[in-house]
């Protein structure tokens, strides 16, 4: 069971302490210069409340970074906090029969859900390789039509892969897998030879539940 936690609104459309992330997210949710920030007590965020958001809450829009490196790895802010959804963005998702099996994956539009671009099924490959390839594919898509658009994925390791320019996996180069591994190649190719000022994020599951991209093969 999910450990309860209190989110502290101090400027938002009704500043206050909220039991729930969808609460919070409503107050917050494209309200200019929002401050907010959870916590594991209810003691910490009535503190926290009565103190005022200085100390709290980090420099700029949304107390988030402003470099790639931090963007790249999550979407939490400088102040700890869970930045809301940009849904101004797109989503990828991979979809697999089998783990190493046919790999499919796709990137859609996050307010819509309408697909934006798709790959596969690729004859034999994983999860991972696939979100890898479909953050590329989304990277490379939004580069083209010239969009600064966050990418969400819900794939830790791919997220890694991308920020490392490389990825790491136990799947072996045979015949078998040479279609996902060209492609693989292309994409780290791809990743060490162009600049992108987008921010790659963490996709929240248990926040916001599935990726918009996701195909249901759970």
């Known amino acids: 069971m999910a450990k309860q936690k209190y989110y502290v609104v101090w400027a938002g459309r009704q500043p206050g302490i909220y039991t729930s992330w969808a609460e919070c997210q409503v107050q917050i949710h494209q309200f200019n210069q929002a401050k907010y ?59 697999t029969r089998g783990n190493p099996g046919p790999v499919e994956y796709k990137g859609v539009d996050t307010r819509t859900g309408e697909i934006l671009f798709s790959q596969g099924p690729i004859s034999k490959g994983t999860n991972n390789l696939g979100e890898f390839l479909a953050i590329v594919h989304g990277l490379a898509y939004l580069k083209k039509i010239g969009s600064n658009k966050t990418v969400y994925s819900d794939s830790e390791n791919a997220l890694k892969w991308v920020r ?23 994409a780290v190719y791809w990743l060490n030879t162009n600049t ?5 994020l963490k996709w929240q599951t248990k926040l916001w539940g599935e990726i918009k991209a996701d195909y249901g093969r759970k």
């Open 164 to 186: 490392q320019k490389q990825v790491s996996t136990t799947l072996a180069r045979d015949a078998s897998t040479e279609e996902i591994w060209n492609l693989i190649d292309r």
């Open 37 to 95: 920030k959870s916590f594991e007590s209810k003691a910490e965020a009535e503190k926290a409340f009565k103190a005022g958001a200085k100390g709290y809450w980090g420099q700029g829009k949304g107390g988030a970074s402003s470099s790639s490196a931090t963007s790249s790895r999550g979407s939490k802010s400088a102040s700890g906090s869970i930045e809301p959804v940009d849904y101004d963005s797109i989503s990828v998702d991979v979809g």
């Open 196 to 200: 992108y000022e987008n921010k790659v």
